[in-house]
Nanobody
Framework: QVQLAESGGDSVQAGGSLRLSCVGSGWTYNQYYPYFMAWFRQAPGKERESVATIRSDGRTDYADSVKGRFTISQDTRNRRLFLQMNGLNTEDTAMYYC?????????????YGQGTQVTVSR
């Protein structure tokens, strides 16, 4: 069973930076069995949205709202995921979730962690 645990959330002022981390268990990296990991976020009263995604081979994708400010990275050997967030603004305030799913399936099961809170104040 895949399990994920996020850390690194905090309260910061606008313009500041944070680095989120996620550690996972329940899988082993194998180049023949690719997977995706991602950061999602959910603000109060809003739907959960994808922030950044990385495939196990290193390909990345970002939401337009964070391009140029956020950087997703991974340590596949140790099953870790990171999100470097720079230039934070109040609209980035949300609960941030780490996610994992296997590639190559039409409707994959997506696993989420419990989340870590990011609060950005003016």
């Amino acid at each position: 069973q895949v399990q994920l645990a996020e850390s690194g959330g905090d309260s910061v002022q606008a313009g500041g930076s944070l680095r989120l981390s996620c550690v996972g268990s329940g899988w082993t990296y194998n180049q023949y069995y690719p997977y995706f990991m991602a950061w999602f976020r959910q603000a109060p009263g809003k739907e959960r949205e994808s922030v950044a995604t990385i495939r196990s081979d290193g390909r990345t994708d970002y939401a337009d709202s964070v391009k140029g400010r956020f950087t997703i990275s991974q340590d596949t050997r140790n099953r870790r995921l990171f999100l470097q967030m720079n230039g934070l603004n109040t609209e980035d305030t949300a609960m941030y979730y780490c996610a994992f799913w296997w590639a190559g399936t039409s409707n994959p099961t997506r696993f989420y962690g419990q989340g870590t809170q990011v609060t950005v104040s003016r």
